[in-house]
């Protein structure tokens, strides 16, 4: 009997033993981490972070330090300084070569890759991708755009043709509002529109060996002479923010981000459609569009067991349910499959136009960063010409540009200059520099006035810029524009 209540007790203390540790938690390990997301998601950010701390079960926890830091700047603020970027940050596509070449995106390990590739869309995760490897986390699928309109100007019969857009716009003294001359994102669309292509091939380290681009084409002229027809009409504001409605516009062209601003606008009289459709020689074209999406990237660390946590937390936060919330609060178009085929995801106005405008777009690769500078000036010298050999001097302008990518010597690559809003230019002209010792460049004197802004960059490409957020002239003067490469920093010195 004795041996039996040993037994008996034995086994119990076994028992006790092991629900102990059934039930008990892991240990927990805390990280202190820095991310980057847009202004507006900064709050939602905090709170989902919170919630990975308090239902993972791997024992992880982050103190993270959370900095609005747009998805625009996020790639040449991680290319200028990889060690003082976040830890996890958010970008748009186009910044992905020049994040992979600068070794500032950590490769998802081979079981996260097949997640999160079999769980959003193939669009999206193949923009996160270079050779075979995943380097990226699909956050959005909505990064393109489309036309919001004030109903009280504007008539819905009117929405599909742009010379009565126009009309309307200068009958009622109102802005259309479309950002022809200043941004190449949408100037590239009446290119689209009558079948013209950039495309551009690039190797599994990110550096571009060649492109096919047929802008300069009898398709390309027809292009350039429907926007003429909108550049110079008085209205025309090259602007895509959707806070011209405050200030006199009736028809703004831009993406989901401005939904909740432009509601707050215009309230019950926001009209939301596809892009409109020009004229030229009896022929209609309908304007197109990029299509691309936003990214989330993970900085590679010296910690092994930090990487790995880190990438869990990136994982969680792309989920179907993050995603879903962003676009509860944010109005954000989610990548994860499942949520796009969501009632609500599918009723959001905003997304509806950019599907109605999806036929019509072109998905946006990898671009080579000199484009989008080269690309963007074709509506300045589209509105200066004043017949069409002028026009097509305007193409011929673009595509000799083009072509010097590729002919670049070795010195030009690494050399580096100044562009910027400078003697009247509007970042179109790039200012030489020279190495006055080593790693050490400098412009000759030049006049610069108060308030003009400029960046320094190398190879006439924005892979490496500096600073990054644009250097503003404080005060009229003459002087050497100063870097030091080696740290970035550029310094005025007055002569």
Avoid at 60 to 84: C, H, Q, R, W, Y
């Amino acid at each position: 009997m004795k041996f039996k209540s040993i037994v008996a007790v034995l086994m119990v203390a076994a028992m006790v033993l092991l629900l102990c540790a059934c039930g008990a938690k892991k240990q927990e390990t805390s990280y202190d981490i820095k991310v980057w997301v847009a202004e507006n998601a900064v709050e939602l950010t905090k709170s989902q972070i919170a919630k990975f701390n308090e239902t993972n079960t791997d024992g992880l926890k982050f103190n993270a330090t959370i900095e609005p830091v747009s998805e625009a700047d996020a790639g040449t603020n991680m290319v200028t300084d990889v060690e003082a970027g976040g830890d996890i940050y958010c970008f748009a596509q186009d910044q992905f070569a020049r994040l992979v070449q600068a070794n500032a995106l950590a490769k998802l390990g081979v079981a996260a890759a097949k997640t999160v590739s079999e769980a959003n869309d193939a669009g999206v995760v193949a923009a996160a991708k270079s050779g075979e490897d995943l380097f990226a986390y699909p956050l959005t699928a909505d990064n393109g755009y489309f036309m919001y309109y004030d109903k009280s100007v504007i008539p819905d019969a009117d929405v599909d043709s742009l010379e009565k857009l126009i009309e309307d716009c200068e009958k009622a003294g109102k802005y259309f509002a479309f950002e022809t001359n200043t941004g190449a994102w949408y100037t590239a669309s009446w290119f689209f529109a009558t079948g013209c292509v950039s495309d551009w091939t690039t190797d599994s380290d990110g550096n571009f060996l060649s492109v096919h681009d047929t802008f300069n084409s009898p398709e390309g002229l027809i292009a350039v002479k429907g926007m003429k027809k909108l550049v110079d009409s008085k209205m025309h504001l090259s602007s895509s923010k959707g806070s011209e409605f405050a200030s006199g516009a009736a028809i703004v062209v831009s993406g989901t981000w401005d939904f909740e601003a432009v509601k707050g606008y215009l309230g019950d009289n926001m009209g939301v459609a596809d892009l409109p459709s020009f004229e030229v020689d009896g022929k209609t074209y309908h304007l197109g569009s990029f299509n691309g999406c936003k990214l989330m990237g993970v900085k590679p660390q010296t910690d092994a067991a930090k990487q790995a946590a880190v990438h869990k937390l990136a994982q969680y936060l792309t989920s179907e349910e993050c995603q879903m919330e962003r676009f509860n609060t944010l109005s954000w178009g989610p990548a994860n499959s499942n949520a796009q085929k969501s009632e609500a995801v599918q009723a959001n106005p905003g997304l509806a136009a950019l599907l109605s405008q999806s036929p019509y777009s072109v998905p946006q690769g990898q671009i080579h960063g000199s484009w989008w500078d080269i690309a963007k000036v074709i509506a300045d010298d589209v509105k200066a010409a004043t017949d069409d050999a002028g026009l097509q001097a305007a193409l011929d302008n673009y595509k000799n540009k083009i072509d010097a990518l590729f002919s670049m010597s070795e010195d030009e690559k690494n050399a580096f200059t100044v562009i910027g809003s400078i003697g009247g230019d509007t970042w179109s002209v790039d200012i030489a520099m020279t190495e006055v010792s080593t790693g050490v460049w400098e412009t000759a004197p030049i006049e610069l006035k108060a308030g003009e802004e400029f960046k320094v960059r190398q190879g006439k490409s924005w892979n490496v810029a500096y600073p990054s957020d644009n250097f503003k002239v404080e005060a009229d003067g003459t002087f050497v524009i100063h870097l030091e490469a080696s740290t970035g920093e550029v310094t005025l010195v007055t002569k």
